[in-house]
T-cell receptor
Framework: GDSVTQMEGPVTLSEEAFLTINCTYTATGYPSLFWYVQYPGEGLQLLLKATKADDKGSNKGFEATYRKETTSFHLEKGSVQVSDSAVYFCALSDENTGGFKTIFGAGTRLFVKA | EAEVAQSPRYKITEKSQAVAFWCDPISGHATLYWYRQILGQGPELLVQFQDESVVDDSQLPKDRFSAERLKGVDSTLKIQPAELGDSAMYLC??????????????FGPGTRLTVL
């Protein structure tokens, strides 16, 4: 079945460092891909998405490119801030084979130090 | 700004007891989801409603879990009897339509259940 694998955390960075959180997926069709963020004490919220190959999703300085050839959707940010400390979830939805279900990775916790 | 409301935020119960969680989605959102998130894992879909109809409950343990959305607005998720393994965060989400690629899911703050 469809699945999402993301790098284990926690990831600890200093402020203004470059961030990469790796995400790879397995899907039989052509899924939409998502990154969700969960700040401490809050619900999940959509950070960015891409619905077809080579699309780049971006929001709040974060970006991720849908790479079909490597089945990847890595999250990047050029300069992280303390306020970016949160748990980040990679997810997919494959409507052609998986219905309207969203499948989430296990999450990667990010700590940013001042 | 409209939000998904959930109550209670925290629930502690003993095994074999019944528990219920409530969710009020964003007004106008036809699709409602209940997820279970075990500590250290990502959310897993339990049940999805389109209006008042269940469209996916393939991962719902139907021997002990039930969910309803009688008027197609708010929803209740029930567990009876609760087991130790049910300890988790229960998340409710809503969206305007079923397609996640084109309809953003908005999540509530969750109900943290602890079963003793």
């Amino acid at each position: 079945g469809d699945s999402v694998t993301q790098m284990e955390g926690p990831v600890t960075l200093s402020e203004e460092a470059f961030l990469t959180i790796n995400c790879t997926y397995t899907a039989t069709g052509y899924p939409s891909l998502f990154w969700y963020v969960q700040y401490p004490g809050e619900g999940l919220q959509l950070l960015l998405k891409a619905t077809k190959a080579d699309d780049k999703g971006s929001n709040k300085g974060f970006e991720a490119t849908y790479r079909k050839e490597t089945t990847s959707f890595h999250l990047e940010k050029g300069s992280v801030q303390v306020s970016d400390s949160a748990v980040y979830f990679c997810a997919l939805s494959d409507e052609n084979t998986g219905g309207f279900k969203t499948i989430f990775g296990a999450g990667t916790r990010l700590f940013v130090k001042a | 700004e409209a939000e998904v409301a959930q109550s209670p935020r925290y629930k502690i119960t003993e095994k074999s007891q019944a528990v219920a969680f409530w969710c009020d989605p964003i007004s106008g959102h036809a699709t409602l989801y209940w997820y279970r998130q075990i500590l250290g894992q990502g959310p897993e879909l339990l049940v999805q409603f389109q209006d008042e109809s269940v469209v996916d409950d393939s991962q719902l343990p139907k021997d002990r879990f039930s969910a309803e959305r009688l008027k197609g607005v708010d929803s209740t998720l029930k567990i009876q009897p609760a087991e130790l393994g049910d300890s988790a965060m229960y998340l409710c989400a809503s969206s305007r339509g079923r397609s996640p690629g084109y309809n953003e899911q908005f999540f509530g703050p969750g109900t943290r259940l602890t079963v003793l």
